[in-house]
T-cell receptor, first 115, second 111 residues
Framework: NAGVTQTPKFQVLKTGQSMTLQCAQD?????MSWYRQDPGMGLRLIHY???????DQGEVPNGYNVSRSTTEDFPLRLLSAAPSQTSVYFC??????????????FGPGTRLTVL | AQSVSQHNHHVILSEAASLELGCNYS??????LFWYVQYPGQHLQLLLK??????LVKGIKGFEAEFIKSKFSFNLRKPSVQWSDTAEYFC?????????FGKGTRLHILP
């Protein structure tokens, strides 16, 4: 199993550009999530999904969109990039959040810089 | 507001010292509790978790954590740290389909 994969690893954008961060998992996990990691702020939940076709907002959803058309993929879209979105983005997946495991498996991250 | 608080932002210890990292949360009701670790240049991985049962939970690499319900706390401990424990440690709380992380504690072990 490849686990959770993210592309690209690095990205530089100009203010106002849009882009999609890709996330895929091959563990047949129902739950997937996106976090951003900023120095001194820890990880903050952007959006999450409890299954295909279902998404919901986390702590810091503004400026980001997600969709979940398949169990495997959970892309994160930046609609109009701003310097405040400079961060490291992590995708994670879990068999389930509310019972049993709850352990999240993290991808390697995407380092995004917005100029 | 509901939150996860880690009391120490940066901890420096010598090898063989004992470690305790504090974590408190403000969510009511039943929660799942986690500690994750991020070694330099790596992504997060699970150290240990608590869902129910014995409030003293043992994890990987000699770490343990104690859930004290009355104090809404889930502190991480290790009796004797090693240089390889240098990392950032995150407490996290799972409830209502979300897992919310604390701000993290950077642990630096002096050789």
């Amino acid at each position: 199993n490849a686990g959770v994969t993210q592309t690209p690893k690095f990205q530089v954008l100009k203010t106002g550009q849009s882009m999609t961060l890709q996330c895929a998992q091959d563990m047949n996990h129902e739950y997937m999530s996106w976090y951003r990691q900023d120095p001194g702020m820890g990880l903050r939940l952007i959006h999450y999904s409890v299954g295909a076709g279902i998404t919901d907002q986390g702590e810091v959803p503004n400026g980001y969109n997600v969709s979940r058309s398949t169990t495997e993929d959970f892309p994160l879209r930046l609609l109009s990039a701003a310097p405040s979105q400079t961060s490291v983005y992590f995708c994670a997946s879990s068999y389930t959040v509310s019972a049993y495991s709850g352990e999240q498996f993290f991808g390697p991250g995407t380092r995004l810089t917005v100029l | 507001a509901q939150s996860v608080s880690q009391h120490n932002h940066h901890v420096i210890l010598s090898e063989a010292a004992s470690l305790e990292l504090g974590c408190n949360y403000s969510y009511g009701g039943t929660v799942n509790l986690f500690w994750y670790v991020q070694y330099p240049g790596q992504h997060l991985q699970l150290l240990l978790k608590y869902f129910s049962g014995d409030p003293l939970v043992k994890g990987i690499k000699g770490f343990e954590a104690e859930f004290i319900k009355s104090k809404f706390s889930f502190n991480l401990r290790k009796p004797s740290v090693q240089w390889s424990d240098t990392a950032e440690y995150f407490c996290a709380v799972g409830r209502d389909d979300k897992i919310i992380f604390g701000k993290g504690t950077r642990l630096h072990i002096l050789p």
